[in-house]
């Protein structure tokens, strides 16, 4: 079952398929969640509210060939997104132990959050019809308003995508 998923995913992303049907809007507080990232850590959007702006980068699973590439960008190009007051995560419906070895593999230098009970996901609106979230990326502010909805990710350019979002919503520099 498993490798009939990741083919699956592995062809929608290679045509770009994302299903973005979200009653979330630019202007909506962004809904809070606590996932366990790669490192052990759990990570809660409240805990940034007033102090930093969160990137959230969802992607539909890990080790398939545009979250690689997705995430490879990041981690590369993270030097560009760092220049911004923002933290930034990928976050997957994938179990814990499968995104810890992803991030082994990609060598990412950021947080991957999962988040497999799907809580977050059916929060954000996210869960496509195969059951894993849609690659779109939430742009949130101090406030923890969402700024930004992003549906339309290119993987292999996703770091200076970011980056450049981030300054055309004048998100400060550090």
């Known amino acids: 079952m498993k490798k009939s998923i990741l083919v699956i995913c592995s ?16 202007g909506d507080i962004a809904p809070n969640f606590k996932l ?3 490192t052990g850590d759990y990570y809660q959007l409240s805990d ?5 702006a969160v990137v ?32 930034y995560v990928m976050a997957s419906v994938d179990p814990i ?9 990609t060598g990412a230098d950021f947080p991957m959050l999962s988040d497999p ?12 019809m195969f059951k ?11 406030e923890g308003k969402i700024v930004k909805i992003d549906d339309n990710i290119s ?9 450049y979002n981030l300054a055309a919503l004048g998100i400060a520099k550090q």
């Not at 190009?77 to 760092?82: E, F, P, T």
């Open 36 to 38: 366990q990232a790669t």
């Open 11 to 26: 062809l929608v992303s290679l045509v770009g398929f994302s299903a973005l049907a979200t009653d979330l809007k630019v």
């Open 117 to 128: 009970t799907k809580t977050a996901a059916k929060a954000y609106q996210v869960l496509n």
């Open 48 to 52: 940034y509210k007033g102090k930093q």
């Open 56 to 87: 959230l980068a969802w992607y539909p699973m890990a080790n398939t060939r545009g979250c690689t590439i997705e995430c490879k960008s990041l981690t590369e190009q993270g030097h560009l997104i760092r220049e911004f007051d923002v933290s």
């Open 155 to 163: 993987p292999k350019s996703a770091a200076q995508d970011m980056a």
């Open 132 to 142: 894993v979230a849609s690659r779109v990326t939430f742009y949130i502010s101090k």
């Open 97 to 105: 132990d499968d995104n810890r070895d992803f991030a082994e593999k």
